[in-house]
């Protein structure tokens, strides 16, 4: 069955410190992978996704993320964190019917 | 992306009452989905809504306990029936197709509290 997995919690980085939120996944055909991010009360944002090609993709608000078939891994990364980043994180892939599994999420904290 | 909005933002409700939400888009899509994230957890898809027909249910969720409606293409409602404190969650709908092309959107979210 599919399934993803985000291993870290909790993280908490200094301001201005580079970040990278890991994320796993299990499917046996080609991923469509996306990574969004949720503010305290707020819904989803979705910050950036995989579909094919480029194997590094660029998103919103300086986040980037990087496919590793190899590894089965699709990891956040962004190079200066600012305070506002401050969210959950959740990574998910897409299965061929069309439904969104989600990981338990990553909560980011920044310090100043 | 499509707009989403959703009623209300939050609520609080008693015991054995239903709260009927509503998850309006400004576009036509294809797909309209509800998720529930339960307190602290991740989402679980709850139903995918089809339009013109009975909307399709995860494993663990029922029509009886959660009746949806999606009339057209560009709304959709989710009753939680007969409320109890467990159901205390973030209720979110989210759509692909149309406007969104293969990417899910989400709506801002209801809060759900359960007395």
């Known amino acids: 069955a599919q399934s993803v997995t985000q291993p870290d919690i909790h993280i908490t980085v200094s301001e201005g410190a580079s970040l990278e939120l890991r994320c796993n996944y299990s499917y046996g055909a080609t991923p469509y992978l996306f990574w969004y991010v949720q503010s305290p009360g707020q819904g989803l944002q979705l910050l950036l996704k995989y579909f094919s090609g480029d194997t590094l993709v660029q998103g919103i608000k300086g986040f980037e993320a990087e496919f590793k078939r190899s590894q089965s891994s699709f990891n956040l990364r962004k190079p200066s964190v600012h305070w506002s980043d401050a969210a959950e994180y959740f990574c998910?892939?897409?299965?061929?019917?069309?439904?969104?599994?989600f990981g338990q999420g990553t909560e980011l904290s920044v310090k100043p | 992306s499509a707009v989403i909005s959703q009623k209300p933002s939050r609520d609080i409700c008693q015991r054995g009452t239903s709260l009927t939400i509503q998850c309006q888009v400004d576009?036509?899509?294809?797909?309209m989905f509800w998720y529930r994230q339960q307190p602290g957890q991740s989402l679980t898809l709850i139903a995918t809504?089809?339009?013109?027909?009975?909307?399709?249910?995860e494993s663990g969720f029922v029509i009886d306990k959660f009746p949806i409606s999606r009339p057209n293409l560009t709304f959709s409602t989710l009753t939680v029936s007969n409320m109890s404190p467990e159901d205390s969650s973030i209720y979110l709908c989210?759509?692909?197709?149309?406007?969104?092309?293969?990417?899910?959107?989400f709506g801002p979210g209801t809060r759900l509290t359960v007395l």
């Open positions: 809504a089809n339009q013109g027909s009975e909307a399709t249910y």
């Open positions: 998910a892939v897409e299965n061929q019917g069309g439904k969104l599994i």
């Open positions: 576009s036509q899509v294809t797909m």
């Open positions: 989210s759509v692909e197709g149309g406007g969104s092309g293969d990417t899910q959107y």
